[in-house]
């Protein structure tokens, strides 16, 4: 057995980054869960990864990415050009009347998916191999006729095929926004093309003609966009392109969680990529992996305008979660890679690290993974903040583990504010209102800390005026007669379902929080029964709740 002094822990030991594009132990301490497992599969149908913030999606792209990079296409948003697409005047003047841009954005998306299909399969980087290509794939399907019609939408690129991506949605979008301007009669006086601002002497010029006039009009060159010969295109796709299991391809798409485009255009872009993808599973040897964090895929808008697809979506989607052994796994994968890295044989997993269970302090490893919200991040975040105490010696100590809670707890609920404030702004002012509670609160409790809450709308400095508003108008609307869960039940679901409040019934009941059972207040009389709630101990140093 190695001795103590053989396995000490020096300052640059860790469990690895908190971020998957940062992360040096990504490779040797990955930990292929059944989740990644079925992502990886080529038989399984779901394409879209959902989960909160440091669950881990980008950390099964990315890893999927470094097992069979020659097979492997990502694309992000900075390929479609986003803010370019964003502040279009012809297409803001679109929105204004209510055009419906969707086959728009889902034509964008498909150019994009099969140029770039096309790019990697055939190497097509230059014009002579474009032209080459063209002749190959030509030769191939001269004797149908409509996939050689199909075929001429990609002579139309011209100089356009091999550019970046950027350039190429560009290039649709101009023409798309000339098509506009033709329709208009080239009048470039028309609020939103060519830059013009609405004038009186507009309104005039146009008081013959409605609004609903200019939208049907405007509607008919929306919904022609490329789609017919794309369609095609996605036949040629399967059957003269991808038709060999030998050029199975996969693309990723991630980090459409950046703050990269206007809210409303990047819900629309997002939900006809869905349906883009959608549209793409008839070709067999391909495979689309979509990461989307779990508040904005909430966000969507499922409506009509997805063409009662909602359904489709969801069947399509893995939500991405852990259970406490996939947890104790990964972690010692980290152990051993970190190890390794170290010279240290004698560590072979995360229980090597921590201090032997006792009768008086309990099981170190379950004392950690209660203090996260089951998702890799917080538990290496945890673990790194207690590593950075050992100083050399040769485990993590109990006192280091306790130390270590108080900064960790104060950087998740940093990361908990930052997570949903582009969903409800403000809503930290809203966790500091449990500040120094005790740890089990019951109704009365909850009733004063709800109804303070209620009170932040009269705050002017408050951003969430406007979500909270919502959530507490059964407070200041409360008739005599209505329940306890008419009036709280919606902020209660909201804390529950972002991570920060659990719920139980009875003085010794346990409570339940969303990492245990994300639909557990679907159910109205669960939450009937629930009589006592509590601050996830994640976050209950940071606010100064401590057990009585």
């Known amino acids: ?49 959902v989960g909160r913030t440091g669950v881990g999606k980008s950390a099964v792209l990315q890893r999927l990415e470094q097992q069979d990079y020659q097979h492997v296409i990502r694309i992000t948003p900075e390929d479609l050009s986003l803010p370019y697409i964003a502040d279009l005047g012809v297409l803001q003047y679109l929105n204004a009347l209510n055009v419906h841009l969707d086959p728009l954005f889902i034509a964008l998306w498909k150019h994009v998916l099969l140029i770039e299909i096309i790019r990697k399969r055939y190497k097509v980087d230059t014009p002579a191999a474009k032209q080459n290509f063209l002749s190959t794939l030509m030769d191939k399907i001269r004797r149908d006729r409509s996939k050689a019609a199909a075929l001429e939408y990609l002579e139309e690129f011209e100089g356009k095929f091999w550019c970046e991506t950027d350039e190429r949605v560009k290039d649709i979008t101009t023409r798309f926004e000339n098509q506009i301007r033709d329709e208009a009669g080239g009048d470039l006086s028309l609020p939103g093309i060519g830059g013009a601002k609405a004038t009186t002497s507009d309104a005039e010029t146009r008081s013959t003609e409605t609004r609903v006039e200019q939208a049907e009009r405007f509607q008919r060159i929306v919904n022609e966009t490329q789609l017919p010969r794309l369609n095609k295109m996605i036949t040629v796709l399967d059957e003269d392109i991808l038709d060999d299991p030998q050029n199975y391809t996969l693309i990723v798409i991630d980090d459409l969680d950046r703050d990269w485009a206007d809210e409303q255009v990047a819900n629309a872009l997002i939900r006809c990529l869905f349906r883009a993808v959608i549209d793409l599973k008839r070709v067999r040897n391909l495979k689309i992996l979509v990461g989307l964090r779990t508040n904005i895929f909430q966000a969507l808008d499922f409506g009509a305008k997805t063409g009662g697809q909602e359904e489709k979506f969801r069947s399509l989607t893995m939500q991405l979660r852990w259970t406490p052994a996939d947890m104790e796994a990964l972690l010692s994968a980290r152990a051993r890679a970190a190890a390794a890295l170290h010279d240290l044989p004698s560590i072979s997993g995360v229980k090597d690290l921590l201090p032997a269970t006792n009768k008086t302090r309990g099981n170190a490893l379950e004392y950690v993974l209660r203090r996260t919200l089951l998702r890799p991040r917080d538990a290496v975040a945890y673990f790194n903040e207690c590593l950075a105490l050992t100083g050399g010696k040769p485990r993590i100590t109990w006192d280091m583990i306790h130390s270590a809670e108080r900064p960790y707890s104060k950087n998740r609920l940093l990361a908990l504010r930052d997570e949903w404030k582009p969903n409800y702004p403000g809503i930290e002012r809203v966790f500091q209102a449990f500040e120094a509670t005790p740890v089990l609160l019951d109704r009365d409790r909850c009733r004063q800390i709800f109804e303070d809450v209620a009170l932040l709308t009269t705050d002017p400095s408050f951003a969430g005026s406007r979500w909270i508003t919502s959530l507490t108008e059964p407070i200041w609307n409360a008739r005599a007669d209505d329940s306890w869960e008419d009036m709280y039940s919606a902020i209660v679901a909201l804390l529950f379902e972002v991570g920060f409040l659990g719920c139980g019934a009875g003085a010794r009941g346990e409570v339940v929080f969303a990492q245990d059972d994300s639909s557990y207040l679907a159910i109205r009389s669960n939450l009937e029964r629930c009589t006592i709630f509590s601050v996830h101990p994640a976050f209950r140093s940071a606010l100064d709740i401590r057990h009585d």
């Open 1 to 49: 057995m190695a001795k103590a002094q053989d396995r000490r822990l020096r300052g640059s030991f860790t469990l690895g980054g908190e971020q998957a594009e940062a992360d040096p132990l990504l490779t040797d301490g990955f930990f292929e869960s059944g989740q990644f497992l079925a992502a990886a599969s080529q038989q399984d149908p779901r394409c879209f990864l």
